[in-house]
Every structure is written in C-alpha cells, then in structure tokens.
C-alpha cells in the first residue's frame, strides 16, 4: 500500500477499508474448511449466505456511508441531541443490515421481524416525532422480550460515529 495524503473523510476512510479488506470474503468464506471448527459468521455463511462483518469492510461500510451516517447528521440537523441522533441512526441501521448477531440468536424470522419493526419506526418518524419516539420505547421492550440485540448494527453505529468525529475533528 502506497502512503497518500488523503483527507480524513467517509468516502477515503471507506476506500482505505476496502483496498485494506479486498478479497476477505473469498479468503474467508468462500474457502471454509468446513470440517474445522466453525466460527458464527461462517456457518451464517454457509446456511443463509449472509457474509457479515466481512462483506461491509470489503464493500467500503455501505450500510454506514448509505444509512448511518445520513441518518445522524439529519437528525443533528433539526436539533436532536448526540445520543437521540445515535439512536435515530441506529434504527435506520437494524432497518437495513442483515445482523448476523441477531441472525445467529434468532434465525432468519428474527432478523426479518427486527428489521420491520425498525422500519416502523422510521416510517413513524423515529427520534424526529414524538410518536416514532414512543415507537422507539415500545421496541427497545420488545427486542427485550424477544431476545433480539443488533450486536452487529450496533457495531457499525460506533463506526458511524468515529467517522464522523474523524470528519468533524476540530469543529
């Protein structure tokens, strides 16, 4: 790799992740010894063709560039605080990732429950009204009740957030 003078911006961080992550999930996934000890991600994998964590880094942070990051700045734009922007983000997130946290806990119906409901609560407006606020609460109880934690959207928040302090670094 070849050292360049870029900017600290998403679409050079996405890229640097990409060029860094390039061929990670024929490396490893699509060459699974599959008479080996097998990780989560890669029996996901093999099951349901999911490729996780893996196929974001190597496609540059989609999900981030397309819903995470948008959705925070909106949200910062009308006035939300950091952590009602964070979680406004986060619902747009769950609504689009195929969680392989959540898939591994709760399989395919799991998954695709989650991601209504999180697209409920976008159509409700999320953080931005107060009956998508409300909706918020109702689906933080029933993710509870139901045993669904978005480990893997959650992951890619935090990255959403480290990028734009890395973007917004000094202001």
């Not at 006035?79 to 946290?101: E, P, R």
């Not at 999320?126 to 029933?142: F, H, L, N, P, S």
Request: glycine letters at 10%; one cysteine or more; proline letters at 2%.
């Amino acid at each position: 790799m070849q050292k360049l003078n870029l900017s600290l911006n998403r679409l050079n961080i996405a890229n640097i992740i990409k060029e860094i992550t390039c061929g990670i999930v024929e490396k490893e996934l699509k060459n699974i010894n599959k008479d080996g000890r097998l990780t989560n991600g890669e029996r996901l994998y093999l099951k349901y063709g999911v490729t996780g964590i893996r196929g974001e880094v190597e496609k540059g942070l989609p999900t981030v560039l397309k819903w995470g990051l948008p959705a925070f700045e909106d949200a910062l734009r009308i006035g939300l605080s950091v952590n009602d922007a964070l979680i406004h983000s986060l619902i747009y997130i769950i609504s689009k990732l195929d969680d392989t946290t959540v898939l591994n806990r709760r399989g395919l119906k799991g998954l695709y429950f989650m991601k209504n409901i999180a697209k409920n609560a976008i159509f409700l407006g999320a953080m931005k009204t107060q009956i998508g606020r409300e909706y918020v609460v109702y689906m933080d109880k029933i993710f509870k009740k139901k045993n669904i934690s978005p480990g893997g959207a959650a992951d890619l928040l935090a990255v959403t957030y480290i990028i734009y302090k890395l973007e917004n670094w000094g202001n």
